[in-house]
């Protein structure tokens, strides 16, 4: 059974850094691409960032761009998103998802984080 | 950037119903759209990819179609459980994805 755990979550203020995580297990690791994926409190669904099966490749919205970085170890089968310079518009609950071994769509998700930016 | 626009933002259905929700891409995008259903303060679940193949262990209820710029989501015999936001995904290997605002299923 494929199991994604986030942690990492809290409360900081603007300008702040947190550094999440997401454990996994129940799948081969390092043969997936991993997401983070992030809603507003009441809104919708927003990608944030994504990094290729051997971490090579990455990618960002542009809304966290140059402030957000991911990577992964797959020896610990788990992936980070570094989070610097925090802004208010940056809380929300924060998921990392993975996909089918077949499609680009999700398959699973964590059961988030919840990142709360302010003073 | 293409965007993903559903339809309704909110749906009032019974028990027994069935349930169509529409997504519109802003140009084809093939067949590459997920539905994915989340409950308040729940983790999304993944119902529907590739348009129409159902993620296993997801009732068989649930349907999905469409190809090109237009998609539905149908719920034939909708259960006390299916209440719900349902969100379409449009998403495509190596590229960043585009989730729908999403379609909040209530109790009429």
């Known amino acids: 059974e494929v199991q994604l755990v986030e942690s990492g979550g809290g409360l900081v203020q603007p300008g702040g850094s947190l550094r999440l995580s997401c454990a996994a297990s129940g799948f081969t690791f390092s043969s997936y691409w991993m997401h983070w994926v992030r809603q507003v409190p009441g809104k919708g669904l927003v990608w944030v960032s994504h990094i290729s099966d051997d971490g090579s490749s990455t990618s960002y919205a542009d809304s966290v761009k140059g402030r957000f970085t991911i990577s992964r170890d797959n020896v610990k089968n788990t992936v980070y998103l570094q989070m610097n310079s925090l802004r208010a518009e940056d809380t929300a609950t924060y998921y990392c998802?993975?996909?089918?071994?077949?499609?680009?769509?999700?398959?699973?998700w964590g059961q988030g984080t919840l990142v709360t930016v302010s003073s | 950037d293409i965007q993903m626009t559903q339809s309704p933002s909110t749906l009032s259905a019974s028990v027994g119903d069935r349930v169509t929700i529409t997504c519109r891409a802003s140009?084809?995008?093939?067949?590459?759209l997920a539905w994915y259903q989340q409950k308040p303060g729940k983790a999304p679940k993944s119902l529907i990819y590739d348009a129409s193949s159902l993620k296993s262990g997801v009732p068989s209820r649930f349907s999905g179609s469409g190809s090109g710029t237009e998609f539905t989501l149908t719920i034939s015999g909708l259960q006390p459980d299916d209440f719900a936001t349902y969100y379409c995904?449009?998403?495509?290997?190596?590229?960043?994805?585009?989730f729908g605002q999403g379609t909040k299923v209530e109790i009429k």
């Open positions: 998802t993975t996909h089918y071994s077949d499609s680009s769509a999700y398959a699973d």
């Open positions: 995904q449009h998403y495509k290997s190596y590229s960043p994805t585009t």
């Open positions: 140009q084809s995008i093939n067949r590459w």
